[in-house]
């Protein structure tokens, strides 16, 4: 079945400092791969979407990977802030249609001062 | 922007009880979502509606039912809600035109006691 892993542990990073999380796939080929963030209580908001095309995306301070051999994406906070702190899911589409994601767990993020 | 709304942010109910949640969207998207989030166990979805009266099981739809039939409004309905069913439901529109990116509500906690 597919499977798609965050690190579950939370990542504590110091504030200024590049925070990079990631995402593992097995067993589909997506034709895309998005980050949304989670505040507690909160539902998620998007972030990013890569297509399988593309290798790297940018907005801001935020950018995407995404290997489709490794079948891993990997999202990085450059110069975070304690504003950054959240949960962090990648989601997958896979039935092909692209109407339907499939998200990881989520990793914590906490930037400290 | 895209607003998603949900009928209540915190429920409590009994267990045999009928359980209705609302969730309403203003921007004519195609596709609405209804999910639940345990720790550790993520996002998993219930069930899905890509057109009015249109609707297709997720992973974990043993329990639910749901109804669309209005564009803007999609229900899930627990016919008699159990104690395993407390959990935070988040509803999420989409649509093609945007690539599919989701757009959360706030969530609904409910407790079944």
């Known amino acids: 079945s597919q499977k798609i892993e965050q690190n579950s542990e939370a990542l504590n990073i110091q504030e200024g400092k590049t925070a990079t999380l990631t995402c593992n796939y097995t067993n589909y080929s997506p034709a895309y791969l998005q980050w949304y963030r989670q505040d507690p209580g909160r539902g998620p908001v998007f972030l990013l979407l890569?297509?399988?095309?593309?290798k790297e995306k940018r907005k801001e301070r935020l950018k995407v990977t995404f290997d489709t051999t490794l079948k891993q994406s990997l999202f990085h906070i450059t110069a975070s802030q304690p504003a950054d702190s959240a949960t962090y899911l990648c989601?997958?589409?896979?039935?092909?249609?692209?109407?339907?994601?499939?998200f990881g767990t989520g990793t914590q993020l906490k930037v400290e001062l | 922007d895209v607003k998603v709304t949900q009928s209540s942010r915190y429920l409590v109910k009994r267990t045999g009880e009928k359980v209705f949640l609302e969730c309403v969207q203003d921007?004519?998207?195609?596709?609405m979502f209804w999910y639940r989030q345990d720790p550790g166990l993520g996002l998993r979805l219930i069930y899905f509606?890509?057109?009015?009266?249109?609707?297709e099981k997720g992973d974990i739809p043993e329990g639910y039912s749901v109804s669309r039939e209005k564009k803007e409004r999609f229900s899930l309905i627990l016919e008699s809600a159990s104690t395993n069913q407390t959990s935070m439901y988040l509803c999420a529109s989409s649509t093609r035109a945007s690539g599919y990116e989701q757009y959360f509500g706030p969530g609904t906690r409910l407790t079944v006691t």
């Open positions: 509606s890509y057109d009015v009266k249109m609707k």
């Open positions: 989601a997958i589409d896979i039935t092909g249609g692209g109407n339907k994601l499939t």
């Open positions: 890569i297509r399988e095309n593309e």
């Open positions: 921007m004519d998207h195609e596709n």
